[in-house]
């Protein structure tokens, strides 16, 4: 087992080029991952491309997974435990239910090896520029053993606590993004019926207390901020479908823990809704959903 091998299983958008920081700052990358475009791009990226994800464990010290949900995780952890070395990291970069992360914990101890969540912010962009934000949960042993790779994929990395309470920041930090986001949607729109420009609105809020990174990063109407997904006919960025899964998870855990998350829990409802509406919402950024909201909404515009 070499410190300096590192098993990835899932390269897509987001786990490719994490992938590829890894083999740039000097490890051997053993990647896998079921769809074939993936392991093209990531062989020509320098990743020691393998057949199976059986075969990305072998002899790596720490193993990281980026895939789709908790069951996925679930069962690929299930298959791969028991083949890898004793005494393994295994550190799931996935966005997945929080029950969901304790649980793979649990059988990452029982098997006898280590395990973080230790889910990303920052987009496909974060992950290419290596400025992703990671948000671990964990002991502080593990995690002091993952910072040395976590420190090239990413920007800032924050020890959040226990195992699952990087799956908490994260919906957590996802679920305020999603509220902030319809509400400067709402906003835009009701200026707009009340004959405000939308420059003026935002050179008012992006400096007074409505100012917030759905604003001043990724506002929603086109103009004010060139780099916003709206400038270039709302191509995401973070897909409608992606916020939809973290709401969707943000909602189970409001529900599970008693809590009365009346915007989260709306806020979930509008994007399935937007999710549905705009063809799964893979291919529209969240910050498109002030479109759905202005078909919505009714009266003359001023």
């Known amino acids: 087992m070499s410190e300096k091998t590192i098993g990835f299983i899932g390269l897509g958008h987001m786990g490719g080029p994490m992938a590829a920081n890894l083999v740039a700052a000097g490890y051997t990358v053993q990647g896998f991952d079921l769809v074939p475009a993936a392991l093209e791009q990531a062989k020509s990226d320098g990743v020691t491309v393998v057949d199976s994800a059986l075969a990305a464990v072998q002899d790596a010290s720490i193993v990281v997974t980026m895939l789709p949900n908790g069951r996925l995780v679930l069962d690929l952890y299930a298959d791969l435990l028991p083949a890898a070395a004793p005494g393994t990291l295994f550190v799931d970069s996935s966005t997945i239910d929080v029950a969901d992360a304790h649980a793979a914990h649990k059988m990452v101890q029982a098997a006898g090896h280590r395990g973080l969540d230790a889910p990303v912010s920052g987009g496909v962009g974060g992950a290419a520029a290596g400025t992703l934000t990671f948000m671990v949960g964990g002991s502080e042993d593990d995690f002091a053993s993952a910072a040395e790779i976590l420190d ?71 103009g004010p901020v060139p780099t916003s997904p709206a400038n270039n006919d709302y191509k995401p960025g973070f897909a409608a479908a992606l916020m939809d899964k973290d709401l969707s998870l943000a909602a189970n855990a409001l529900r599970d823990n008693g809590v009365d998350g009346v915007l989260g829990l709306q806020a979930a409802e509008l994007y399935a809704r937007f999710k549905g509406e705009s063809g799964g919402g893979t291919d529209v950024d969240f910050s498109g959903i002030i479109n759905d909201i202005r078909a919505r909404s009714t009266g003359p515009n001023s």
């Open 152 to 222: 090239v994929m990413g920007r800032k990395v924050v020890h959040c606590g226990a195992a699952g309470n990087g799956q908490a920041a994260k919906i957590c930090n996802n679920m305020i993004l999603g509220v902030s986001m319809i509400a400067i949607s709402e906003a835009f729109v009701l200026g707009e019926k009340l004959g405000l420009s939308n420059q003026a609105l935002f050179d008012v809020a992006s400096t007074a207390s409505g100012q917030c990174w759905a604003l001043t990063t990724n506002c929603p109407v086109p």
